[in-house]
């Protein structure tokens, strides 16, 4: 949903204030579900918000329009992320939140793409969302179709084997059509992720795959706006791999870099508190 300024400054900031909006909003929603995956929900933000708001080819009035750009959100548990920017988008209208993660209420803690307009694949169990997009890829590839499929992981996700089978499938079809983000916020549910399972050499192993490869500051406008402004063309032959180093509860300061906070919940204080630290992150 592509918006369009003058100058990148105005750009930025347009997405910049759109980012705080959006914490604020998740934020509400953990404290509506009576807790959530707040700490990487934090993390994608300004991924999110540089998708939705400025790059991809999407119509929220047509959620099925068939020439649509794909996106897969394969950390699932980032449902409490991603719905507020929906429904910000005009996929629905907010209030249908209201009741987010209750008995009855189409938003689950995993968004469900038969109850949610705009998911494109109801995700949750890790490691399933690439292998999909490599098939949403190649079935686009296979009808001569232009648009792109983007998928978004989480890099504790990364562990589960499935992933580097995909990988191997998109680099031998060929699917430069397909490019994978990778939210390496650094830590993951049981703690550190080099702790819990050695990555590294995180960026290698993507190329080793036959992947492009770039990375960049996750919660940099102006490093989001060049990468995926600059993507190979769609009928390009080798797949891209965005790694985009981030915080976990980026913009919140008793949850930046916390593995407690993978999942929590806020009572009245900590709740004003993440609101208040929210704030200051605007700009004049």
């Not at 249908?96 to 968004?111: A, E, I, K, R, V």
């Not at 580097?164 to 998109?170: F, L, P, Q």
Request: aromatic share 8%; glycine share 10%; hydrophobic share 35%.
């Amino acid at each position: 949903m592509l918006h369009n300024y003058d100058n990148r400054e105005d750009l930025v900031k347009f997405l910049e204030d759109k980012a705080i909006d959006i914490r604020k909003k998740i934020v509400q929603l953990v404290v509506t579900a009576g807790g959530g995956h707040i700490g990487g929900a934090m993390s994608m933000v300004e991924i999110l918000v540089t998708m939705y708001y400025h790059i991809l080819n999407i119509d929220p009035k047509d959620p099925q329009k068939a020439d649509r750009d794909r996106f897969i959100l394969s950390k699932g548990h980032g449902g409490v992320g991603i719905c507020p920017v929906l429904g910000d988008c005009g996929y629905y209208d907010e209030s249908l939140m209201d009741d987010f993660n209750q008995y009855m209420s189409p938003f689950g803690m995993h968004p469900d793409m038969r109850k949610v307009p705009g998911i494109d694949m109801s995700t949750g169990s890790l490691g399933h969302g690439l292998p999909i997009s490599v098939g949403l890829a190649l079935g686009a590839r296979v009808r001569k179709q232009n648009w792109r499929t983007f998928c978004l992981l989480g890099d504790g996700e990364c562990n589960e084997g499935t992933n580097w089978e995909a990988a191997m499938a998109a680099k031998h079809y060929k699917l430069g059509n397909l490019t994978a983000i990778v939210d390496r916020n650094k830590l993951m549910l049981d703690g550190p992720c080099n702790e819990i399972m050695e990555v590294e050499p995180f960026e290698d192993k993507w190329k080793a795959f036959g992947w492009q490869t770039k990375v960049i500051e996750g919660h940099d406008f102006n490093a989001l706006i060049d990468a995926f402004e600059n993507l190979p063309p769609v009928d390009s032959q080798q797949p891209l791999c965005v790694i985009c180093n981030t915080v976990k509860g980026r913009g919140i300061s008793f949850m930046e870099n916390q593995t407690q906070w993978h999942y929590g919940g806020l009572d009245e204080a900590s709740e004003k508190e993440a609101l208040d630290d929210i704030e200051k992150m605007r700009k004049a």
